[in-house]
């Protein structure tokens, strides 16, 4: 919880002679958050009462989010500092990967991982899922699978005339739609241009600056491949080993914030429910926390229960989910 936290939070800021910000996204199995525009506002509370100073700290944990809200947060906490490092505990990944790209350094455990920072489009005109009783529910079109497709064509397949692979974009745009295509590339040209302007806090070349933003874009080959201390190290970024005493105060701040979020403990409504024909939630999925104003998480409440419906001859159970509230809320 905040108040046992609060200790290692000073702690970290002595050692590092900076201030600290803590912003935690869940990935819990079934109940994941991600980096979203709603943060930017609970930050300039903290950050007003942090005010002007010589160096900040954000220790960063999330799986992604929003590449703009990303983008947007970093200049924000930029502009109340000469310097900024981002502290990672374990998980820092795509949009979490393009924040620490704004970062002077980059304070990684043995066991953190960095990630590809390519983004998904997803909105309305997406394939459908197909089987889904959702019928709104849609699938993400990455951008690497689009760059990877063309490849496959080209290196694959021997296919290097423009005549063949228009044929091949107008076979792929009965699939995908046009404009989803096109929103693909317009995120592809806007993380690069996003990924460069960021990598100027870094004492890099621009030879250095192209090889990191290719390499997190394009060539890592997946959005799941995971980038540890070493390679991050080897790309060019400004990467710190943690010494053991700092390692252990990052430790003790995460595997609290772990407990609290239930983080390692996949969320099942049946098993939730237990026995109970109506059980009532407060799922906390977010911090955004520091030492110098009071902490705010994101909340999901609602009630799970049962409802009978007719099917046929037969009356069927089946789970309900009221949910009632789903933001952050400030400290009680």
Same mark, same amino acid.
């Given at each position: 919880?905040?108040? *046992?936290?609060?200790?290692?939070?000073?702690?970290?800021?002595? &050692?590092?002679?900076?201030?600290?910000? $803590?912003?935690? #996204?869940?990935?819990?199995?079934?109940?994941?958050?991600?980096?979203?525009?709603?943060?930017?506002?609970?930050?300039?509370?903290?950050?007003?009462?942090?005010?002007?100073?010589?160096?900040?700290?954000?220790?960063?944990?999330?799986?992604?989010?929003?590449?703009?809200?990303?983008?947007?947060?970093?200049?924000?906490?930029?502009?109340?500092?000469?310097?900024?490092?981002?502290? $990672?505990?374990?998980?820092?990944?795509?949009?979490?990967?393009?924040?620490?790209?704004?970062?002077?350094?980059?304070? @990684?455990?043995?066991?953190?991982?960095?990630?590809?920072?390519?983004?998904?489009?997803?909105?309305?005109?997406?394939?459908?899922?197909?089987?889904?009783?959702?019928?709104?529910?849609?699938?993400?079109?990455?951008?690497?699978?689009?760059?990877?497709?063309?490849? @496959?064509?080209?290196?694959?397949?021997?296919?290097?005339?423009?005549?063949?692979?228009?044929?091949?974009? @107008? =076979?792929? #745009?009965?699939?995908?739609?046009?404009?989803?295509?096109? *929103? $693909? +590339?317009?995120?592809?040209?806007?993380?690069? %241009?996003?990924? *460069?302007?960021?990598?100027?806090?870094?004492?890099?070349?621009?030879?250095? &600056?192209?090889?990191?933003?290719?390499?997190?874009?394009?060539?890592?080959?997946?959005?799941? +491949?995971?980038?540890?201390?070493?390679?991050?190290?080897?790309?060019?970024?400004?990467?710190?080993?943690?010494? @053991?005493?700092? +390692?252990?105060?990052?430790?003790?701040? +995460?595997?609290?914030? =772990?407990?609290?979020?239930?983080?390692?403990?996949?969320?099942?409504?049946?098993?939730? %429910?237990?026995? =109970?024909?109506? &059980?009532?939630?407060?799922?906390?999925?977010?911090?955004?926390?520091?030492?110098?104003?009071?902490?705010?998480?994101?909340? #999901?409440?609602?009630?799970?229960?049962?409802?009978?419906? *007719?099917?046929?001859?037969?009356?069927?159970?089946?789970?309900?989910? =009221?949910?009632?509230?789903?933001?952050?809320?400030?400290?009680?």
């Amino acid at each position: 919880m905040y108040n *046992q936290r609060l200790a290692h939070y000073q702690a970290l800021e002595e &050692k590092r002679n900076s201030k600290l910000l $803590v912003y935690v #996204t869940s990935d819990r199995p079934n109940l994941n958050t991600q980096i979203a525009s709603d943060i930017l506002n609970l930050f300039t509370e903290h950050l007003d009462q942090i005010g002007d100073v010589p160096k900040i700290s954000l220790f960063l944990y999330t799986r992604g989010g929003n590449t703009l809200s990303a983008w947007t947060l970093v200049n924000l906490i930029r502009s109340f500092c000469d310097e900024l490092e981002i502290i $990672v505990p374990l998980i820092c990944h795509s949009a979490g990967t393009l924040i620490s790209l704004g970062a002077n350094r980059i304070v @990684m455990t043995k066991q953190a991982t960095l990630g590809p920072i390519d983004p998904s489009v997803n909105g309305p005109l997406n394939p459908g899922v197909p089987g889904a009783q959702n019928v709104n529910a849609r699938i993400p079109v990455s951008v690497e699978f689009v760059d990877a497709f063309f490849q @496959m064509a080209k290196q694959e397949l021997g296919i290097s005339n423009q005549e063949s692979l228009s044929k091949i974009l @107008m =076979e792929l #745009t009965k699939h995908i739609h046009p404009l989803t295509l096109g *929103q $693909v +590339y317009r995120s592809k040209t806007q993380i690069q %241009m996003l990924a *460069q302007k960021l990598l100027q806090h870094q004492d890099l070349s621009d030879e250095q &600056k192209d090889k990191i933003v290719k390499f997190l874009c394009s060539e890592s080959g997946s959005h799941d +491949y995971t980038v540890n201390r070493r390679e991050a190290t080897a790309l060019g970024l400004n990467i710190e080993k943690p010494d @053991m005493p700092l +390692y252990e105060i990052i430790k003790a701040i +995460y595997k609290d914030i =772990e407990a609290e979020l239930e983080l390692r403990r996949p969320y099942e409504p049946k098993s939730f %429910m237990g026995q =109970e024909s109506a &059980k009532p939630y407060c799922f906390k999925r977010g911090l955004i926390e520091s030492t110098v104003n009071p902490p705010h998480t994101y909340i #999901t409440e609602g009630t799970m229960f049962l409802q009978a419906i *007719q099917n046929g001859p037969q009356a069927q159970q089946i789970l309900k989910d =009221e949910r009632t509230f789903d933001g952050w809320k400030d400290a009680e």
